[in-house]
């Protein structure tokens, strides 16, 4: 830790500072030694032990002949500690640290928590679309097209989006768009693909829609890795109609295709006049095994959203697509909570300064974590109850569908945390085995008590491992 590197200036000393003694007017003329020690004042000051001092002296060609005969000691090595001595330590100030490169602003972070939250009006536009008998285990129609391509897409673009960030990481931009120009319309077409074959007869508009969203997922990557999140922002408000009261039926797909069509040609476009030239030679390109962790923690956190939104059409029957208002409340909070990722950064980064022990850095760690977390839970609860004020025949918040939603957000975040930090595979393990025991229990109809205690005891494990593995100083290297 910084903060004890010079506690006390003098490190394995068994002798306080020395505080020289005032002098009276002109004793210094009549002392070499002290004029010496005002013509290197400045240097002797912020030397940390003598031979500092000593190389100096020899430096500037004394020997030990003229020493004793100017100073009267024998060597330069004991005039330097006499210098030493008369001297108080004046230590530079450290510079304050620079703005670092993951700095966010609130209102860019609450900008893409709008730019996740919007396409839950989809649903909403596009609900003539998911009409029709049910579906396989009594769901709505064309949710196993919606399921199916929607994992498959979380889990491409998270990988492609954090292979995309390596070569950002590594300050090739064009390598990134190298990987986001052969990476997006490839991972449309897989996901397209996954959701075609997962329909099943008579399910063609639910399957348009859902070969739909996996196109403006792909899109909505590569704007979103190279920062175009307002040119998302404004390819998505046409969705924003869908609340209008009264509007035609035929209007909602056509508003649909309109913001697809813009999120894709946005995409297209910065993609073709980002340069994406040659690779340099001799450049490391990240491996491609890397990138799996990150997939396998989209797919663990995609399934664990479908949880939270299959949960309210399961066991409160009030809304009837796979878009509800626990789905749409964790969407719109990875807006702050992306925030608070960056918070916690810099409150980790200060406690680093600031902490004299690895003890102490641990506790600022484990405080911090808890402080993030916790405001996150109440940001969350908060956009839960609104929406389910404002969602058509939402069901009321209760306290257990409250907790299983504040658990999974609990979860979703600490991983977050974790993946942000590099500690990737932590993360996709507990929430994909999260995700398979929330799978499990909701076709084997277990109680909802079941669910309450995966979540509870995944978010634990992962905010233990946040704390462990953070409170590491060696966690926050730049």
Do not use: K
Request: charge should be positive; glycine fraction near 10%.
């Amino acid at each position: 830790m910084s903060g004890s590197l010079w506690l006390g200036g003098d490190e394995g000393r068994d002798t306080l500072p020395f505080i020289p003694r005032q002098r009276p007017p002109g004793a210094a003329a009549n002392d070499p030694v002290a004029q010496l020690a005002l013509r290197l004042a400045d240097v002797i000051a912020v030397a940390v032990h003598p031979d500092e001092i000593a190389a100096i002296i020899e430096s500037d060609g004394m020997s030990d002949e003229r020493i004793r005969a100017a100073y009267g000691y024998p060597d330069s090595f004991s005039l330097a500690e006499a210098l030493y001595r008369r001297v108080p330590r004046r230590y530079p100030a450290a510079p304050a640290p620079p703005r670092a490169s993951w700095h966010a602003h609130l209102g860019s972070c609450l900008l893409r928590g709008l730019v996740f939250a919007l396409p839950g009006l989809a649903y909403v536009l596009g609900a003539r679309l998911l009409t029709g008998p049910p579906a396989a285990l009594g769901l709505p129609a064309g949710t196993m097209a919606l399921l199916a391509g929607t994992v498959t897409g979380w889990v491409w673009n998270q990988s492609l989006s954090h292979r995309a960030h390596s070569w950002l990481s590594l300050a090739d931009r064009p390598a990134a768009v190298r990987a986001l120009r052969l990476g997006a319309p490839l991972g449309a077409a897989l996901s397209t693909l996954a959701a075609l074959a997962a329909s099943g007869p008579g399910e063609l508009p639910a399957a348009a829609f859902a070969a739909g969203q996996c196109c403006y997922l792909a899109a909505a990557t590569a704007l979103l890795v190279l920062g175009r999140e307002r040119a998302l922002f404004w390819a998505l408000l046409p969705l924003i109609l869908g609340v209008v009261p009264g509007l035609p039926s035929a209007a909602g797909p056509a508003l649909l295709l309109v913001s697809l069509a813009a999120a894709v040609a946005l995409a297209v476009r910065t993609l073709c006049t980002e340069t994406a030239g040659p690779a340099p030679g001799g450049a490391v390109s990240p491996r491609l095994v890397t990138c799996l962790p990150y997939g396998l923690f989209g797919l663990g956190a995609g399934v664990l959203v479908l949880y939270a939104a299959l949960g309210d059409v399961f066991r409160h029957g009030s809304t009837g697509t796979v878009a509800g208002p626990s789905a749409v409340a964790l969407t719109l909070s990875m807006g702050p909570a992306e925030w608070l990722l960056h918070r916690f950064r810099a409150q980790s980064l200060a406690g680093l300064r600031s902490s004299s022990s690895a003890r102490g850095f641990r506790g600022s760690v484990t405080a911090t974590v808890t402080l993030c977390l916790g405001a996150y839970l109440l940001v969350l609860a908060a956009l839960a109850e609104a929406g389910t004020r404002l969602w058509p025949d939402a069901p009321a918040l209760s306290g257990p569908r409250l907790a299983a939603l504040l658990l999974i957000g609990a979860v979703l975040w600490t991983g977050l945390l974790l993946q942000s930090f590099g500690a990737a595979v932590g993360a996709a393990v507990v929430c994909c085995a999260a995700a398979v025991a929330q799978t499990l229990a909701l076709v084997l109809a277990a109680p909802p008590s079941t669910g309450l205690v995966v979540s509870g005891s995944a978010a634990a494990l992962l905010a233990l491992l946040a704390c462990v593995l953070l409170g590491r100083a060696t966690a926050h290297r730049p």
